[in-house]
């Protein structure tokens, strides 16, 4: 089992930064790749980026390749989404998840996921 707490949602104008924590619990935490989506109300849940725990590989949604970096601390068990330069169109929920070793983009492939927090973008 993996637990998974997400943190730092809030207000952020457009233009601007904002950056989330996904602080993981749990056996072998450091087997697991950890994906960050997010779900706008009324649209199914997208893939933004995501991180292997160890080896350090990355992987980015086009959308969000330049803009956003993904980072892991892992003395502290902590996954982090730095999002600069946000757009009004990506309020949204935003959740980070894991899955075995690799990184994925397909929501089905994560089997643990965190309860999400919220990113209001304002113009």
């Known amino acids: 089992q993996v637990q998974l707490v997400e943190s730092g949602g809030g207000l952020v104008q457009a233009g601007g930064s904002l950056s989330l924590s996904c602080t993981a619990s749990?056996?072998?935490?450091?087997?697991?790749?950890i994906g960050w989506f997010r779900q706008v109300q009324g649209k199914e849940r997208e893939f933004i980026a995501a991180?292997?725990?160890?080896?350090?590989?990355?992987q980015f949604a086009d959308s969000v390749n330049g803009r956003f970096t993904i980072s892991r601390e892992n003395a502290k068990n902590t996954v982090y989404l730095q999002m600069n330069c946000v757009k009004t169109e990506v309020t949204a929920v935003y959740y980070c998840?894991?899955?075995?070793?690799?990184?994925?983009?397909?929501?089905?492939?994560?089997?643990?996921w965190g309860q999400g927090t919220q990113v209001t973008v304002s113009t």
């Open positions: 991180i292997t725990w160890g080896g350090g590989s990355t």
């Open positions: 749990g056996r072998a935490i450091n087997r697991y790749a």
């Open positions: 998840a894991a899955r075995l070793r690799i990184t994925a983009v397909d929501t089905a492939a994560y089997a643990y």
